[in-house]
């Protein structure tokens, strides 16, 4: 192993530990450090003589050494120290800190141990550091007996002494010798000579110190000078750039100082905004822009500085000499060099020129969409995906509902048909296709369904939209409703149809009377095909005859008169006459001018042969009629002749039976005033009822003259005061009186138009029955009381008697109609018909309301005298 390589290691051995003297490890090995420790035998043995010849010489070589090169003393100092003290080896240890440990470093070694320059030692492990700790020169004999001095560090000292040396009164090293063998032994001249040289030693490492400090902050100094220098040219560099960049940005800048917002910088777009050239730096915000006072900005800007927090401009109006301007900025606030903010610094930029763009665009947008309002066609716009985007009013009218923007796809309708009526999805309608190929189209024709059912057929019109690179930026569509034009198309055709199927010759001719259009009735009338008969003059129709009839005909369509049921002959196509009924009117084009005639041609043959039957038959009814009128008047003359004389026979028959009647009654009484005596009682019983038959014989006799009087007796209506009649008939019969009867007859009953006799019997039959029809020992009581109503008087006669069922009502107005029977309660049956015929030939009328056992209220009307 070379001394080369252990110079480069430590001294340390690996296996020596870091603790410190006496408690070493391996005591047994290690010896107590006043073993080896000599020192007092320097002073016992024989000094030498010293040699200051020696030592000047060497004092003097290290002077020089020290002036010229300092960094060499310490080297020199040691190869000085092993001459002087003519020892073996020597060094220089300094004190040192090395990851936190205190080592002692080999600064200089001459002799023996020269190889180890450089090496380390730690403090504790170290002779130096004994000597430090003590602070005075130390000899050690065989010091490997107590420090771990590595076995290869070669040769192994026998002695060593040590002087410790100073800087600033701190042991900052040792100088050191070292006899290897017993041949050389220090004494106390080494150690003085060695002390001198630590002295050198302690000043040596102080210059050297002090020249390591100086050339340190020199270049610690030169260093910051030349960063200072970049630093400060980079600073100029940059802050011409920035003004260069201030100078000419089109942003516009300026920067306002202090609570009275003083320009300090403003650069020419800046300065443009003021709208004057004058100079502004210096001059305060209010003074440059009084305006800023009304609009807040003073504020805003003093509040920048105030509270250090920027703020934006958006789109903020500027007015100035009467022009509007538009800009966005930031306003930042800015801090002096003692870091407070005192400036505010203004960025802007003019908007104007995008704002304008924006205006037009949103004109031009609203322009295009009033336009598309105002469109009485259905139109929307879509996106290029097909999502509607916008539509006018007449789009919710033709798809019955709001379209939703932006959710509605393709169409504004709510379901799509094609026209024969098959569903069509939304994404197949016109509009999808046109977007979807990129290709406008002109009417297609669709059907659409509104929410309500309703369905609406329409021609679409879409087309996209391109920008300027031709890309599709969206679709416009117009839906035109042909709802009306599909009803024309069907009411055409219907007609045509009807035209068609009609029996009728349906044609029409031009005002030159050449024939135009020819229907299949026509065929079958004339025998001419549609073809054979168009284009020809109508005259070929027309047996020559009559042609003058065409000219007036279409002098007369010429004005515009039409012909209703001309009757009149036409000639087959066969030459066969035919006999027609023609309407002609004339045809007008959409502005109303005649441009020819229609013909409706009648085949009226049949109805001629008809009419002539009809004709024929009526004749044969009508004479029919008038024998048959003859005939009815020679028999109710007959007949009438039959009833006066059956009134006359019934009269004669009715007056002449009261002759034997009475001569019956008179033969009777006789018999009962004069015979009685002659007669038992079962004869004069039987006599009793010959006097009561006859008695009611008589009184039907009478009855029926009295109603074959009223049939025959002429009438003449005069003004009856009812009142005395009633009072009269009363007054007259005692049935109407007490105890027989109570009659209550209310005052003041009107003058009607009748007949005195006639009336008089009438209220007589109806108070008689009154008073007759009541149930057995009930008193009869009978009201008779009058209405005025319309200029009529009506009487009514009410009774508290039997009563009469509704479905007897009509009955008892008929001759010898009675409900009850004789035995039950007299009479003839004929009262009531009298009493109607009478009042009906007073021209009144008779009736009754009553219910069964409810008494009856019978009354007569007359009119009003
Ligand atoms: P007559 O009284 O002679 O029977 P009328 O012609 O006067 O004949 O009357 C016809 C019938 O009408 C009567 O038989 C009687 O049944 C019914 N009748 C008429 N007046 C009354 C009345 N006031 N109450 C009930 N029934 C009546």
Redesign the pocket.
Known sequence: MSRKHHSQQTLESPHQSSSGLGQHPDQTLRQPLESILTTHELRRRPSRRPDYQAENKVLTSLMREMAGSPRSILRLLAESALKLCRAHSSGISLLEEENGRKIFRWHAAAGQWSPYLGGTMPREDSPCGIVLDRNAPLLFSHPERCFPIPPDVTPAPVEVLLIPFHFADEPIGTIWVVAHDDSRQFDAEDERILTSLGRFASTAYQALASLDALKSQAQARKKAEAERDRLHAQQLREHQLLQRLVERSPVAIAIMRGTDLEFTLANPAYLAITGSSDPIIGRVLLDVFPEARETGADQRLLNVIRTGRPYSLQNTKFVRNQIETWWDGEVLPLKNEAGVVDSALILAWETTARKRAEEALRQSEQRFRRILDALPAAVYTTDPEGRVTHFNSAAVVISGRVPELLTDNWCVSWKLYQPDGTPMPHGQCPMAFALKHGRAIRGAEAVLERPDGTRVPFLAYPTPLRDADGKIVGGINMLVDITERKEAEAATAFLAAIVNHSDDAIISKDLNGVITSWNKGAERLFGYTAQEAIGHPVTMLIPPDRLPEETEILSRIRRGQPMDHFETVRVRKDRSLIEVSLTVSPVRDSKGRIIGASKIARDVTERKKAEEAMRQAKEILANHAAGLERLVNERTAALQETIVDLEAFSYSVAHDMRAPLRAMQSFARILVEEHSRHLNQTATGYLDRIIQSSHRLDRLIQ?VLSYTKILQADFPLEHVDLDRLVRDIIGSYPDFHSPHSTVLVAEGLPTVLGNQAWLTQCLS??L???V???RPGVPPLVKVFAETLNGHVRVW?E?N????SPR?KD???RL?????S?SE???????????RKAIERMGGHIG?E?ELGQ??R?WIELKKA
Do not use: M, P, Q, W
């Open positions: 009855d039959n109806l008689s029955n009154a007759k029809f009541v006669v009774d008697g039997i009563g009469i007897d009955r008892i107005f010898f109609e009675r409900i009850h004789v309660y007299s009479g003839t049956g004929i009262g009531l018909t009298i009493a009754v009553s008494g009856s019978f």
